[in-house]
């Protein structure tokens, strides 16, 4: 926890988009992220030929074309919905008479970790409190994050207390929250409506050398099923977002659940993916346009006829007012002591 008398620093920490849908930035973007031996843990120098000859000329194209198609007049809808939350986040703690300052940074992407570290020391915070945003902590995501903060603190040359928030997978706030937005997309209780809560998949080597992912995700989905007052068979989890197909990977598969749940004849699909904090690409591309088409396809394969009430898919928190306050209210426990200004 911050001691009494010291300007804080808040930084809020997510993995990044382009700065622009081409194949130029886009590449850019990967190269950064798949360098990351969080990962991608493999030898180092083979991995950077195979990367740069083989993966990053065709996948910066091809996902070029579908950062183009969720891209909008503002720029990328993950980096507006960031800069929203930030100056929402500021005015709340300023409203409160918080001496606070909150930044965004990115993993991978902009503002990297260490400029809106060194925008924090420059501005003369005294403490600093890092909020990865992923509700469930992983190695290669949380991991990741509190790598990046130790070295960009150590190239700003900067010695400052800092705490590093794991989760805030349980937080009654989140839970609400995330309850609450299904309800809003129209969940009804008391009808056939399912819930399917897809997580980020993540490799099994992780969770056999003591990833609490899995467990986390489970108690998120839980918590949120009784928030929704719905017995067990009314909801289950997939994993999405296989990053390639040579390891491992947790499971299910939300594609396979999908075609399950299409073979069985269940009522609306409600698609709701508590991990991740703020629409992006696997969301807004992904399940828009592959795993929506994937799982009416299923259903034409079974004799049924999809209409749009037959999936519905419930946004990410976002830039909502809601968020803001499930990420005050994480952050409050580690700004007791920080003096108002």
């Known amino acids: 926890m911050v001691p009494e008398g010291n300007r804080c620093g808040v930084l809020?920490?997510?993995?990044g988009t382009p700065t622009e849908p081409t194949p130029r930035a886009v590449r850019k973007y990967l190269a950064r992220f798949l360098s990351d031996p969080r990962i991608a843990p493999m030898n180092r120098?083979?991995?950077?030929?195979v990367l740069h000859l083989f993966i990053l000329p065709k996948r910066a194209r091809a996902s070029a074309e579908k950062y183009r198609a969720i891209w909008t007049a503002e720029g990328s809808p993950f980096d507006v919905a960031h800069r929203?939350?930030?100056?929402?986040?500021?005015?709340?703690?300023?409203?409160?008479?918080?001496?606070?300052?909150?930044r965004c940074a990115m993993s991978y992407g902009e503002p990297t970790i260490l400029d809106s570290v060194r925008v924090l020391k420059d501005a003369g915070c005294e403490r600093l409190v890092v909020l990865p945003l992923y509700p469930q902590s992983a190695y290669s995501t949380t991991g990741a994050v509190s790598d990046?903060?130790?070295?960009?603190?150590?190239?700003?040359?900067?010695?400052?207390?800092?705490?590093?928030i794991d989760n805030y997978h349980d937080d009654p706030t989140y839970i609400r929250a995330i309850a609450a937005s299904i309800e809003h997309a129209g969940f009804q209780p008391d009808a056939d409506d399912k819930v399917l809560f897809s997580?980020?998949?993540i490799p099994l080597a992780d969770i056999e050398t003591g990833d609490t992912y899995e467990l986390q995700t489970g108690a998120s989905s839980l918590a949120v099923a009784g928030e929704l007052g719905i017995d067990r068979n009314r909801w289950t989890i997939g994993y999405q977002c296989r990053f390639d197909k040579g390891r491992e990977w947790l499971s299910p598969f939300t594609r396979d659940v999908l075609a399950r749940w299409a073979e069985a004849g269940v009522g609306r699909v409600f698609f709701v993916c508590p991990n991740f904090a703020v629409d992006c690409l696997e969301t807004l591309y992904d399940i828009e346009y592959e795993l929506k088409p994937h799982y009416f396809d299923c259903l034409r394969k079974a004799g049924q006829t999809p209409d749009?009430?037959?999936?519905?898919y419930v946004p990410c928190l976002d830039r909502s007012r809601a968020h803001l306050k499930v990420l005050a209210d994480v952050l409050h426990p580690y700004l007791k002591e920080v003096r108002h200004g």
């Open 45 to 49: 120098l083979g991995w950077w030929f």
């Open 12 to 15: 809020l920490v997510n993995t």
């Open 199 to 201: 997580f980020h998949s």
């Open 148 to 164: 990046g903060v130790k070295r960009a603190l150590r190239k700003a040359r900067w010695d400052v207390p800092c705490d590093i």
């Open 308 to 312: 749009a009430r037959s999936f519905l």
């Open 84 to 102: 929203k939350l930030e100056s929402g986040l500021q005015r709340t703690f300023d409203d409160e008479g918080l001496d606070v300052m909150v």
